[in-house]
């Protein structure tokens, strides 16, 4: 099989399952138990979070675990608010999570503004710098784009939001582990991540609130996380989630040969296929995605066809797949119909080669020319 999945999640690293082995089992105590099985857990957390906290260079005490990116965004996008700012800035290009939870907030009478991006879905700087108002609680932009890859100008987005005294969100769920992400020189207020996306387990991930913010909780019980995520701590998760975390780090370092082997597969794939479109091809991207479409085919029979020869790969985002309407990522950066239906993701991981991706470019030769001659669609 060659995964070529990577932004809708990541296998678990063999290092971070054993580490969060003996939590599922013998060291079973509640973080919060005055005994010795207690402290071990507590002592659990403290090691992960100083784990995480290195790789996003935010202080340990400035982490709330939860149960994933989504949990995050809603204690983010929600907790902002004020009775006083109830005006959120954000872009058209966001995840379905996020865009959801303003479609949300929206029937709760919160204002929303989605600023736009250009046909290669870099964002309007200028369009979100009118946007935000006295009354904007917070500015929340992607760093990262799930579907295209494009990456965001974070700390631009944070400076402006600044300047006009709003809070600023960055949904990091696909930066962390690709690019480096550094808190303080974005100089955001609040960041999203999620494990699953970086070799951790699944339903664990947290948010950066930066010391002296002031956010409303989202998940209200326990004292957990300082009052600030009620719940018994996911004490083997939080392991996972430190020790993926460490393995980010260090893996960093091969990310400049994996865009050269997205480069080196999107060079193959523009001689194979000489219309091929790579959405977003022109702006700063991730180094492992490429979103490509084949104009006239339908990209679902494409995506099926490389499967049964054990390629997986998606179209678009994961979220969205099953839904015959093309993208709102593609339809915001204005992208031709008919393109944006033979779209693929391919998004790569660690230790992908040259070599794997040759295996796929003759594949999808091979299948296309195949769908092409049922004039297409595959039915
Ligand atoms: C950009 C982005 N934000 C948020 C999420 C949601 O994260 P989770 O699956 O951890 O809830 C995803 C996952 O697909 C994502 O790609």
Not at 163 to 191: N, S
Not at 357 to 369: H, I, K, P, Q, S
């Amino acid at each position: 099989m060659i995964y070529l999945d990577h932004n809708a999640t990541t296998p678990l690293a063999p290092e971070a399952l054993e580490a969060m082995l003996p939590y599922l089992r013998e060291q079973f105590g509640n973080a919060g138990s005055g005994h010795a099985l207690g402290l071990v857990a507590q002592e659990a957390l403290v090691l992960a979070r100083s784990r995480v906290a290195a790789l996003l260079n935010a202080d340990p005490g400035e982490l709330v675990f939860g149960s994933g990116g989504t949990e995050s965004l809603n204690h983010a996008l929600r907790g902002a608010l004020t009775p006083a700012k109830r005006h959120v800035v954000s872009t058209a290009v966001e995840h379905s999570a996020t865009l959801a939870i303003l479609e949300d907030l929206k029937r709760a009478g919160v204002e929303v503004t989605l600023v736009g991006v250009d046909a290669q879905g870099r964002l309007d700087l200028e369009a979100l710098e009118a946007a935000i108002r006295p009354d904007t609680a917070l500015v929340t932009v992607m760093a990262a784009n799930n579907e295209t890859g494009v990456l965001f100008p974070v700390s631009e987005v944070a400076r402006l939001a600044k300047a006009k005294g709003a809070l600023c969100h960055t949904d990091a769920t696909q930066a962390v582990g690709k690019v480096p992400v550094d808190v303080r020189a974005w100089g955001v207020d609040l960041l999203t991540f999620s494990g699953h996306k970086f070799h951790g387990p699944k339903g664990i991930g947290g948010l950066f609130i930066r010391r002296g913010v002031r956010l409303r909780p989202f998940m209200v019980g326990g004292q957990q996380e300082r009052g600030r995520r009620g719940g018994t701590e996911n004490v083997p998760g939080i392991v996972g989630l430190g020790r993926a975390a460490e393995l980010a780090q260090a893996g960093l370092a091969d990310m400049p040969r994996l865009a050269q082997v997205r480069d080196a597969f999107e060079a193959r794939l523009k001689a194979d296929h000489p219309d091929l479109v790579v959405h977003g091809g022109e702006a700063g991207r991730l180094p492992n995605t490429l979103l490509a479409g084949f104009p006239g085919l339908e990209g679902e029979a494409l995506l099926l066809r490389l499967s049964q020869r054990g390629i997986c790969v998606s179209v678009g985002s994961a979220c969205t797949t099953g839904q015959r309407e093309p993208s709102h990522v593609l339809r915001a950066m204005g992208a031709d119909h008919g393109v944006a239906r033979g779209t693929l993701r391919f998004s790569l991981g660690q230790g992908q080669t040259e070599a794997d991706l040759r295996v796929v470019a003759e594949v999808l030769a091979e299948r296309v020319t195949d769908l092409r001659a049922k004039g297409g669609l595959g039915r």
